[in-house]
Structure formats: structure tokens, C-alpha cells
């Protein structure tokens, strides 16, 4: 009788909730440590393809040097307490995003990196190949506009422009200063259009 279960072996036991996810062509990725195995349940035994997980350069936007996260002032403001790269999720797109109408793997690091990854079609080896790197085209779309903010000199803040706006239209939006009864009083009352005909007709 055929065992309901098969057994496969990896490099480290998955330490993270999204560390094992199935595609809709029939891979599952296992994440573990600083490679995510891709398996195939038809051949858990088989061949294998996987994601080798690199160091990459922090983006400079203040982050904190690796070596200087554990420092005893940064401890209470972490929150990873992993030194070493490992895949902190991964992730399957939609079947047909490859050219052989397969998934794409997404990986996010532990420092903030996400990837994309598709299998060896034309290489010949067992090691996904990156597509795009996500991290650094949303870092260079923030940085192409200036993350947001415009510090030239032309730029008028909105808040300026709306009351530039209200009193250019005669509406400011608030009064000067409460009004008193004896303010209205005081005010002259300008003859009506409808009170003038009237005079005209009774003439």
C-alpha cells in the first residue's frame, strides 16, 4: 500500500507564517533559511528548482547599518532580530506571467527586498532566474519625484493656493470679527431692485 504522505529534505525548517505556498501549476515553494526550494508534488524526490537569496545594499534613505541593528539603544526599536539573510515571505502571481504560461515567485527579505523570479527555461540549471527587482523600481519612481515633497522655489503649498483662490472668488471663508447687534444698526441698507419698481408703479 502507497504511503499518503511524502517525505523531502531541506537545507533549514521554515521559520515564518508564508514560508510554504502552492502555485496554481502545481509547485510549491518552500522558504528556508537564505534559499526558497521550489517542489514538485508529482516527483517530490525529482528535480528541484531553487532561489539562492543574496546580500543587497540598503537603500539610502536612513536605514540602519546590519552590524549596528543589535546595539543595545536599537533593540527596543528593532523589530527583526534575524542578522542573517532569510526570506521573510514568498508569494505566487496568477498562471501566464512566465513564457511558458507558469507563475512568478515573489520573495521578501528580511531587510525589505522584494523580488521576482521565474523558472530556467532556456538556462540549463536548476536556479531561478531574477525578472525585476520590486524594491529598487518603487525606490526610483519615490526618488523621480522627490519622495513626495517639492522643495522648489516656484511650488506654492496647497493650503496657500486654496486661500489664494477663496479670495480671488470674494470668499474668504471667515469672518474678520463677530458681529453685534449694533453693527447691524449701523449697517445701510441698499434700496432692493423689487422696492424701486414698486415706488415706479404706485408713481
Known sequence: MAP????????????????????SDNLVAVAS?????????????????FVLLRP?????????????????????????????LCARSISWSRQGFTPNS????????????VNLYR?????????????ADVSKLLFNYYRSINFGEDDSPDSIPQEKANSE???EMGCTGELQGPLSCS?????????????????????
Open 102 to 113: 507558469g507563475c512568478l515567485l515573489a520573495v521578501c527579505t528580511v531587510d525589505g527586498h
Open 56 to 84: 543587497r545594499d540598503p537603500f539610502p534613505i536612513g536605514v540602519v547599518k546590519r552590524e549596528d541593528i543589535l546595539e543595545p539603544c536599537l533593540v527596543p526599536t528593532s523589530l527583526v532580530r534575524d542578522t542573517e
Open 165 to 167: 483662490q477663496r479670495h
Open 183 to 203: 453693527d447691524l444698526g449701523r449697517r445701510k441698507r441698499k434700496p432692493s431692485r423689487l422696492s424701486n419698481l414698486s415706488v415706479k408703479l404706485l408713481l
Open 33 to 49: 533559511g537564505h534559499i526558497v526550494t521550489i517542489l514538485n508534488p508529482a516527483a517530490i524526490e525529482g528535480p528541484r528548482g
Open 119 to 131: 523558472p530556467p527555461i532556456w538556462e540549463f540549471c536548476a536556479e531561478w532566474v531574477e525578472v
Open 4 to 23: 499518503h504522505y511524502q517525505s523531502a529534505t531541506l537545507i533549514a525548517a521554515p521559520s515564518y507564517p508564508n514560508s510554504i505556498t502552492w502555485s
